[in-house]
C-alpha cells in the first residue's frame, strides 16, 4: 500500500471524487482521500492522501490556497458561475479604476454567503440537492480571508476580468466573483478556475492521472509520493531511544530524557515535534508537557 500525498492536476469534467476513484484503479488500493472539492469545470491542484496519509487530510483542508480565475462581468447565473441558468443580463460599463476600487474592498476579512450550488449540508442534506430541487435556505454569512487579490488583466471588451486570489479555506471564487459583480452595479459570474496552490503543492509539479499511471507502470510511482513527515516540516524532529519504542507505537506519553532532539536545545511547552522510532521511522507528532517534561501524542501514523 502506497503511504503519502499525491499532487493531482484535477481536469476538466472530473469532479474530485471522479479522481480519487480513478487512482484506487490505477494504484490498486481503496484507502485513498481527496482534501477538499474542485467543481467538475474547474482545474488544477488537487493533493490527495494515500494510505496512512489520509489522517492529514484535514490539515491539508485547512491550507491557503491560490486561485487564478476569469470573471465574466453583466452577467448573474443561479450557480454564480458560467454553468447555470442565467437569471440577469445587464450593460457593462466599468473603467480599470473603478474595478480596482472594488476589489479593494474585498482585500482583508470578508463575510460571504455561502452558494446554494455548494457541497454544504443543512439538516443532513448538500445544498445543491436543494437547490436541484428549487429549494433555497437561508445560509449563515461566513468570514474568510482575501490575503490577496490581483487584477492581472481587464480585457479590452471591458466585460472579462482576470485575478489571482490568494485566500483563506472555506473561500468560494464563485460567490467573491457574484459579490464583486454585485459592488459595480452590473452582476458578474466565474467563467474559469484554477487551482494553482494548496499549502506546499503548487501546479507546476502536479500529475495528471494519465501521467500518474505511467509512473506507476514505469515503477517510479514512489518517486512522486510526499512523504506524510514532509507535512510536518515545520516542526523539529526527535527520535526516541530503543526504550520507548514502545511507548511510542502506543501512543503513550514518553519523558522528555526518552527523546533525542535534533536541534539541541530545551523543547518549549506546548510545541509541536515530529517524533521517530529508534530506527528512525516516522511514527507521530507530539508536544510536550513542560510541567510534567513529558510528550503528548497528538496524532499517530502508525
Known amino acids: ?50 494510505g496512512k496519509g ?73 445544498l445543491y440537492e436543494l437547490a436541484r430541487e428549487g429549494e433555497v435556505v437561508e445560509r449563515k454569512p461566513r468570514r474568510v480571508q482575501i490575503f490577496d487579490l490581483e487584477l492581472l488583466e481587464f480585457e479590452a471588451d471591458g466585460i472579462h476580468v482576470h485575478m489571482r486570489v490568494h485566500c483563506s479555506k472555506g473561500t468560494y471564487i464563485r460567490t467573491l466573483c457574484h459579490d464583486i459583480g454585485g459592488k459595480l452595479g452590473c452582476g458578474a459570474a466565474m467563467e474559469k478556475l484554477t487551482r494553482i496552490q494548496v499549502g506546499v503543492f503548487k501546479i507546476e509539479d502536479a500529475l495528471t492521472l494519465a501521467e500518474v499511471e505511467k509512473y506507476v507502470q514505469n515503477r517510479q510511482i514512489d518517486s512522486v509520493i510526499r512523504s506524510i513527515d514532509s507535512m510536518f516540516a515545520m516542526w523539529p524532529a526527535g527520535r526516541v531511544d530503543a526504550a520507548a519504542d514502545r511507548l511510542l507505537y502506543n501512543g503513550n506519553m514518553f519523558y522528555r530524557k526518552d527523546l533525542i532532539l535534533e536541534e539541541k536545545r530545551e523543547p518549549v511547552s506546548g510545541e509541536k515535534f515530529r517524533v521517530y522510532d529508534s530506527q528512525g521511522k516516522f511514527c507521530a507528532v507530539y508536544v510536550y508537557d513542560g510541567r510534567r517534561r513529558m510528550f503528548k501524542n497528538e496524532k499517530m501514523f502508525v
Open 1 to 50: 500500500m502506497y503511504n503519502g500525498i499525491i499532487n493531482i492536476y484535477k481536469e476538466a469534467g472530473f469532479t474530485s471524487h471522479d479522481v480519487v476513484a480513478k487512482l484506487r484503479g490505477i494504484l490498486k488500493q481503496k484507502k485513498i482521500g481527496h482534501t477538499g472539492t474542485l467543481d467538475p469545470e474547474a482545474v488544477g491542484v488537487l493533493p490527495v492522501c494515500l
Open 54 to 126: 489520509t489522517k492529514v487530510c484535514d490539515l491539508l483542508t485547512d491550507k491557503d490556497k491560490v486561485y487564478e480565475t476569469v470573471m465574466r462581468l453583466g452577467v448573474v447565473t443561479d450557480t454564480q458561475d458560467m454553468t447555470g441558468r442565467i437569471l440577469k443580463e445587464s450593460p457593462v460599463s466599468v473603467s480599470g479604476e473603478a474595478l480596482e476600487a472594488v476589489l479593494e474592498q474585498f482585500r482583508g476579512d470578508y463575510s460571504q454567503i455561502p452558494p446554494m450550488y455548494s457541497a454544504l449540508k443543512v439538516q443532513g442534506k448538500k
